[in-house]
């Protein structure tokens, strides 16, 4: 094999499992995966439960007396929420870029610009699914500068701990159980949909973005772009609603990002050598022939976008 074989993948070719990472039993897998889900989202799920009902959180915060705690609890929730699934990972034998957390070998910005912008497109039609069925949702809390600063904080935390968590980790686990992809698909989606049942119908928009981010990741194997498209959405959403301007570069923004995207995928594209040559080798993983020192998945004609380090061989 040569590491200039070009031939084309096909763009909705997602990268298959490893299969060189010492074999997890189902029991476990799902184990860790509900119990680290249940630690950082019972309370979401059954906040949405309750609302649902009509039930609600308070709307505001009092004040920074209440604010600041509450943002320092965020703040150490993001922080475990990558602490905790990267030490459990480590214990099975997986590296942190296995869960996404590192740029990996033979990346470039273009491809990083082009993954946020297919995570933004699924976010603005999930929204707009969303938008037209919902019948419910959580109360817009008072402005004040306190909740506000709340709000930002969470809307920050909200990225990491939900593409980790629900994304990265859930899906690495189950895929060292060796469980069936489609499996994999169904319970990472019911778990996004949980904490955001408030929606009642509208729920089903959160199912088009999160069908996305899901193969994004499964594509590509990073999950820094959507953390940050996931974060910046969500930091957005709090800032337009509150003041016009902000609104404005909010769809300035995402408009840009869109254009650019298509621009650096026209240019990709043009520079793409012809496709060449015939089958080489059998698909497979193989040492990365960039010398990145890791593994790096061939289908036959051509190498995955990125490569992986190989598993620690201890704690």
């Not at 933004?120 to 909740?147: H, R």
């Not at 930091?235 to 995207?261: E, F, K, R």
Request: charged share 15%.
């Amino acid at each position: 094999m040569r590491a200039g074989l070009s031939a084309r993948r096909r763009w909705w070719t997602v990268e298959p499992a490893r299969t060189d990472t010492p074999r997890l039993s189902s029991r476990r897998a799902y184990f860790e995966v509900l119990v680290v889900f249940g630690v950082f989202f019972a309370s979401g799920v059954a906040a949405a439960a309750f609302s649902v009902n009509g039930s609600h959180l308070p709307s505001s915060v009092a004040g920074w007396s209440e604010a600041i705690p509450a943002s320092i609890d965020q703040v150490a929730t993001g922080i475990l929420c990558v602490l905790v699934p990267v030490l459990l990972a480590r214990r099975r034998q997986l590296h942190s870029s296995d869960l996404g957390l590192r740029t990996p070998a033979g990346a470039d910005a273009s491809q990083w610009v082009r993954i946020a912008a297919w995570a933004a497109l699924a976010l603005i039609v999930g929204s707009g699914v969303t938008a037209v069925l919902a019948t419910g949702s959580y109360p817009l809390k008072s402005f004040t500068y306190p909740t506000l600063t709340v709000n930002l904080f969470h809307s920050l935390q909200a990225g990491p701990l939900e593409e980790i968590v629900v994304v990265a980790f859930l899906v690495t686990t189950l895929e060292q159980a060796r469980r069936p992809r489609p499996e994999i698909i169904a319970v990472a989606l019911l778990l996004r949909a949980s904490y955001h049942i408030y929606y009642g119908p509208g729920v089903a928009g959160i199912f088009v973005w999160a069908a996305v981010f899901l193969w994004l990741f499964l594509r590509f194997r990073t999950i820094l772009p959507l953390i940050a498209v996931h974060s910046l959405w969500d930091v957005m959403v709090i800032l337009a609603h509150q003041w016009t301007a902000a609104a404005a570069i909010d769809s300035l923004l995402w408009t840009s990002l869109l254009v650019t995207s298509v621009i650096l995928w026209l240019v990709h594209r043009a520079n793409r050598q012809t496709p060449q040559g015939p089958l080489l080798a059998p698909p497979g993983w193989y040492p990365d022939p960039a010398g990145s020192g890791g593994i790096r998945w061939y289908d036959g004609r051509t190498w995955a976008p990125i490569a992986h380090p190989p598993p620690p061989s201890r704690w």
